[in-house]
């Protein structure tokens, strides 16, 4: 099993950064492909990012394309979303997800699921 803890969430500006975390922990050499999904209020859950295992090949959905950027430390088993240049559609609970094995977009490819954090653009 592979447990995975989001953190870094908040409530910031447009235009604002934040810096999200996914903690795994427990059988993590099953995390192969991690990725990052979100949901906004009222709508699907849908694919933001996802890293392969050496962080060497990356794959972002077109919406944030340029401003967000994930990446990953395997000494210290974490997977990071940077977003910059945040805009108020990017408001939702973000998801790290880990399991794939390939750069898949679709949520039914990960096994495991992190709780959530909640990023709020403010007016």
């Known amino acids: 099993q592979v447990q995975l803890v989001e953190s870094g969430g908040g409530l910031v500006q447009a235009g604002g950064s934040l810096r999200l975390s996914c903690a795994a922990s427990?059988?993590?050499?099953?995390?192969?492909?991690t990725a990052w999904f979100r949901q906004g209020p009222g709508k699907e859950r849908e694919f933001v990012a996802v890293?392969?295992?050496?962080?060497?090949?990356?794959y972002y959905a077109d919406s944030v394309k340029g401003r967000f950027t994930i990446s990953r430390d395997n000494a210290t088993n974490t997977v990071y979303l940077q977003l910059n240049n945040l805009k108020p559609e990017d408001t939702a609970d973000y998801y790290c997800?880990?399991?794939?094995?390939?750069?898949?977009?679709?949520?039914?490819?990960?096994?495991?699921w992190g709780q959530g954090t909640q990023v709020t653009l403010s007016s």
């Open positions: 890293v392969s295992w050496s962080g060497k090949l990356t």
């Open positions: 997800a880990a399991g794939a094995q390939y750069l898949s977009r679709q949520y039914s490819d990960y096994a495991y």
């Open positions: 427990g059988s993590t050499g099953r995390t192969y492909f």
